[in-house]
């Protein structure tokens, strides 16, 4: 048999250590951040164009390259940072692998400008898919300055697969963050399309991280401090009320690399238990330090991950700071109504082994009180559970009729009239967080604050696709102030807001003044449930009907009926009723059940 084996030639070895290096804009905008920090500048700029499709331009007041090191800096394995593997265990530079510039440049048009500060002349060279096609002497200002233009311009495949402008963009202030948080003492520029994004002068971490995240946090955050033979932590975390529904707001920094850890990040989540509502994240910011031979780095290109000689230490004594940081400024339990809890009620299957039923007492509870406010509605209610007795055995079927009757809405007393009625239709609260319905041994069992949240997402999201909705001017305007990040997600949610009755002015540079909110909204507005809402929605930012459901639902949230609220009788009834009017009422949010059956057979079966 013949030879078949060949070396891959340099530039197609380069794109395929770049499938790994160079995933999308962001992944440049990193490596190239991270070059301009281990050449010790002070101050770094980052301009981007369309999202970094166009241009991704770096550029620092760093040590700057040698006309040779210029040419050799996109050598795959050229590095200046470590020299023996050995050095892997020494390592106190961002970079040490040398193939990001290789990689970049394989898939990229790139040129660099770089002068030392003692050099009177700098360097220029141009190199398109790893090939050096000029390099000249040239008049520039100390430091470096990178320009990676058409990103997989030759790399058809990996263009197409980038994401909208607004997803890439994301991803690039994520990058940019992490690293401007791990150098609070860096002064950091970055402007996409000529607009500034951020710009952060050298600070405290503190100072960085309100820069950063907003000027919200500036009394939120709760410093944590504690040093050990084996790791410093410093840094700080959110009070509870800061804790969001994602996970965005977590920074683990290492010897100031910012790196995902699941199980470090356990030790955070654990010391917060009980002072959080499950399902939601706290905010946090650490910066460990630890000695470069207790870990490894090099397990992954992108350097996100990191080994440990001794984990179990590390997690010990992050879990401990955060207790004694929490104890230290007095944040204690409170108990807290509106938590959601996890019970799910599974509804009941026939021939479902049946266990005995918790008898709960209301005390309160009148069995021959009648609802006097609302006669009418309830005869008129209670017509249709006599109608179906005989033949409906699930809550489906009661939903037909409950369609059917708000078709038939215009002469609904007239369907309803004709009826003979024997039964009642009775509410009564559960533990401030059920309905129970009882009709003619029928009962069924609402989640208050779920099928409230279902009878307002459909409304929100009607008036989303409807528009025009009715707004309510405030009487003194909301002036708020976003972040960069918050600025880029209420522009991209802003016409569903509009189309709910929000009504925005002076809505430029990260400023908005809200003017008018929903009539729906009145009460529930605050300026954090509108942050919240456009939290929730961040995920789902470019998919237009995903984003319009997460608006709803984020509305339907705040506005809801909460758990552990009193309700009237009419309140009960009403509730009832809009929710039977639902196209889905079965369901809130995640597929969470609103409502649940008791099977009237199963009862019968049970007392016999
Ligand atoms: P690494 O960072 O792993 O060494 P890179 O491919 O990112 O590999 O960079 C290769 C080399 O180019 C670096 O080791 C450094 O010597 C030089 N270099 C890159 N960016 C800069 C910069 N902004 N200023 C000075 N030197 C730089
Ligand atoms: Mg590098």
């Known amino acids: 048999m013949s030879d078949i084996i060949k070396l891959l030639p340099e530039h197609v070895a380069n794109q395929i250590a770049a499938g790994e290096v160079v995933q999308r804009p962001a992944s440049v905008v ?5 070059n301009a920090i281990d050449a010790e500048a002070t101050c770094v700029k980052l301009f981007v164009k369309d999202a970094g ?33 050995d050095d892997l265990f020494r390592i106190h530079t961002k970079g040490f692998r040398g193939e990001a510039l290789a990689s970049i440049a394989s898939v990229a048009q790139v040129e660099v400008k770089t002068r030392p500060g003692n050099d009177e002349l700098g360097t220029h060279v141009s190199i398109e898919a790893s090939k050096v096609i000029n390099q ?27 994401k909208s402008d607004t997803i890439e963009l994301r991803h690039m202030m994520d990058e940019f963050q992490r690293v401007a948080l791990a150098h609070p003492d860096i002064e950091f520029h970055f402007s996409h399309n000529g607009n500034e994004v951020y710009q952060v002068p050298a600070a405290s971490i503190r100072q ?80 460990l330090e630890i000695a470069p031979d207790q870990i490894d780095i090099n397990i992954h290109p992108t350097k996100t991950e990191i080994k440990f000689q001794d984990e179990r230490s590390v997690y010990a004594i992050i879990h401990a700071a955060i207790k004694r940081a929490l104890g230290k400024f007095n944040i204690v339990p409170s108990l807290d109504f509106d938590q959601e809890t996890s019970i799910h009620i599974e509804p009941m299957r026939s021939g479902a082994e049946l266990t005995p039923p918790q ?59 004709e009826e003979q009625h024997d039964g009642e239709l009775s509410f009564m ?65 802003r016409e569903e807001l509009e189309s709910l009755g ?18 729906d909204y009145h009460g529930s507005y605050s300026s954090e449930s509108l942050l919240e809402l456009l939290q929730d929605t961040q995920s789902v930012l470019e998919y237009s009907a995903e984003r319009k459901a997460s608006i709803a639902w984020s509305m339907a949230r705040s506005n809801a009926i909460k758990t552990g609220q009193m309700l009237t009788q009419p309140e009960m009834e009403n509730l009832f009723q809009q929710l039977m009017r639902c196209s889905e009422p079965y369901a809130a949010q995640h597929q969470s059940p609103t409502m649940f059956q008791l099977d009237p057979q199963q009862l019968e079966t049970y007392f016999q």
């Open 30 to 34: 990193k490596e190239l951040l991270e």
């Open 53 to 85: 499709k166009t241009l991704i331009q770096v550029t620092d007041n760093g040590k700057g390259m040698s006309p040779q090191d210029a040419r050799l800096c996109f050598e795959r394995h050229a590095t200046s940072k470590i020299t023996s593997s």
């Open 136 to 162: 000249t002497p040239t008049q520039c200002a100390e430091g470096t300055g990178f320009f990676v233009k058409n990103l997989f311009y030759n790399v058809p495949a990996r263009r197409y697969f980038l």
């Open 208 to 287: 960085r991280i309100v820069h950063i995240l907003g000027s919200k946090y500036s009394d939120k955050l709760v410093p944590v401090e504690e040093s050990t033979n084996i790791v410093t932590v410093n840094g700080f975390i959110g009070k509870p009320e800061t804790a969001k529904k994602t996970r965005g707001e977590q920074f683990l920094f290492i010897n100031q690399r910012f790196v995902k850890n699941t199980y470090l990040n356990h030790a955070v989540s654990t010391a917060f238990q009980s002072l959080i509502p499950s399902g939601t994240f706290p905010l946090y910011l650490l910066y």
């Open 359 to 417: 008898v709960h007492v209301n005390t309160s509870f009148n069995p021959f009180e009648k609802s006097s406010t609302n006669n009418e509605r309830s005869h008129a209610l209670r017509g249709w559970f006599d109608r179906k007795s005989a033949d409906v055995s699930g809550w489906q079927e009661l939903m037909t009729v409950a369609t059917e009757i708000e078709r038939k809405q215009t002469n609904r007393e007239a369907l309803f009239s």
């Open 429 to 493: 609260q559960h533990a401030r967080k059920y309905v129970i319905c009882s009709a003619n041994g029928r009962v069924l069992v609402l989640h208050q604050q779920r099928a409230h949240q279902r009878v307002l997402f459909e409304r929100f999201i009607h008036a989303i696709n409807s528009g025009g909705s009715a707004s309510q001017q405030l009487l003194f305007p909301d002036s708020m102030e976003f972040n960069a990040l918050q600025w880029m997600q209420f522009n991209a949610c």
């Open 502 to 519: 929000f009504q925005f002015e002076n809505a430029n540079k990260q400023r908005v003044s809200v003017m008018a909110i929903p009539t």
